[in-house]
Structure formats: C-alpha cells, structure tokens
C-alpha cells in the first residue's frame, strides 16, 4: 500500500486548503478514501441514530501534480484512512506561500500522512517543514460502511439562497432556538422558521428554483405527484445547519437541498472540482 501526491501551483494548494478547512470544521474525525481519480472525504454518523453524514469528493487531476497510489491489492485498488482533519488543516496552514507540499502515507512507529512542506528561502537551499499526521488504516473488511450515501426519495428539491444571506439568518435564529425548521415547496419557496413559546419567527425566501431532477429512467421521484404549493418541512438542530453554513470556505457554483418531510435534509453544495453532501437528519 502506497501513497505519494505533491502539489506545486500555489492556487491549487490554496484551493486544496481551503476544502480541508471546510471539512475540518464539519467532522472531527472522517475518512480519507484514495483511489486512482479521486479523493473522498466520508463522515458516516449513522444517520439514522441522529448523526450527521457527509460526502466530499475531489478530482485529484485538479488539484495534484503528481499522484501515485498502490491500494490493498489489485483489484481493490484504494486505500481507506482515518484521520483527523483539523490536523491536516492545521499542517496545510504552514504553507500558503511554499513552494511545493509533498503529502506521503509512511508507517515509521505507526501509519502516519507526512506533509512536508517547502518553503521559499533567501538562500540557496530551501526550508523543509514537515508534519507526521497520525492515521488509522481501515481494513478491507469494513469499506463497506463508507459506501456513497444514497441520495433520499425527497419530497422537494430546491436551489438554496445566497449562502452568506443564509448563514447571517440562521446565525441570528440559533440564540433564540436549538432547532430550525426549513420547508420549501417546488414553486421555489422556502421558508426558514422558529417556534419557541415565546417567539416564532419566519424568514422567507422566493424565486429560489427547482432542479430539474429526473431518475435514470426519466421519470422524478414522488416529487413530481406534489401539489407546487404545499410544502415539504423537517426540523434540524440549528448547530449542525449553521456549522455548515460557517464552514463555507469554498464557494460553490450551485447549492441547493433536498428535504424528506419529517425524515432528513440533505444538502449538496458543488463547485467546479469538488462537491459536498452532508446529510441532517430531522428531530422528532
């Protein structure tokens, strides 16, 4: 099992980091899947127990000038990795204006990601910082609990407002309220609501859109037999939704969410060369 990338172009690597320090600021912990094409980034909280999930994948051409792996074995070829983000966010910090940052899987006491970073010196010899990020090598056997989260069979799927229009709001909400309810409708509304026993309070979003989402076969989920105007709600802990919101680093070109009425609220948030799904699953 082996693994060497290095990044040269200085945007990429800014790029890079600022993905990560996303990701570090919604999963404590998370897992790194390598394959040939792609790198993904996995929290798999079993959803149904209350946790949160996430899907991040890159395509390592985009960001990498040079990337090798050697999986588990031929046929399984990918490595899957546990790690702490914030450490790698943390290393990646040292080197905004390096030269190059070389990231390596080595195992001197125990498997670690070596990140070394080559900073610009007045000399002729460069500075090499390095940084031996701690992780744990997920066995074959258990890949099977990182699988791809199935997209839900959603009631109303719906472009979300300017992020930053978004954060501010629900910002204001979270100190009146632990919990937020969003509903939105297929006619491009969306509503943003508190209901406490002293407060309720309503934000309301129009002319958002609706994604044209079709299946395979080229007829819609359930969404297509709903009346445009009723709408689709779920309750959601304000932390995780505003955790999300503030973690933005990256800009996307296109944001939208999926809500399954009573059940989860699904957001995909896409960028040229990444895209994120994290998953919240409703209060009962």
Known sequence: MRFRAKIVDLACLNHFSRVINT???????????????????????????GGVGMWCELCQGNFFDEFQMEGVAAEHNEIYLEL????????????????????KLTNKHCPCLRVAVELPSLSSSSRIVTHDIPVGVIPRRLWNDFREPSVPDFDVSIYLPVLKTMKSVVERMKNL?????????????MNLKIETDLV??????KDLGNPPWASEDGHQSSAQDRDLESM?????????????????????????????????????????????????????
């Open 23 to 49: 990701i570090a600021k919604l999963a404590k912990t998370c897992t790194l899947r390598l394959t040939v094409s792609k790198l993904y980034f996995i929290l798999s909280d079993k959803v149904a127990n």
């Open 84 to 103: 702490v983000p914030e450490n790698l966010s943390r290393a990646l910090k040292t080197a905004q204006s390096a030269k190059a940052v070389k990231i």
């Open 177 to 189: 309220s632990n919990s937020i309810v969003i509903e939105a409708n297929l006619s491009g509304e």
């Open 200 to 205: 309720s309070v309503t934000t309301h979003f």
């Open 232 to 284: 689709a709600e779920a309750r959601i802990d304000i932390k995780k939704l505003q955790q999300l919101l503030a973690g933005q680093q990256v800009n996307p070109t296109k944001a939208l969410c999926n809500i399954v009425s009573k059940r989860i609220v699904h957001f995909i948030l896409l960028h040229e060369d990444v895209s994120l799904q994290y998953f919240i699953p409703a209060l009962a």
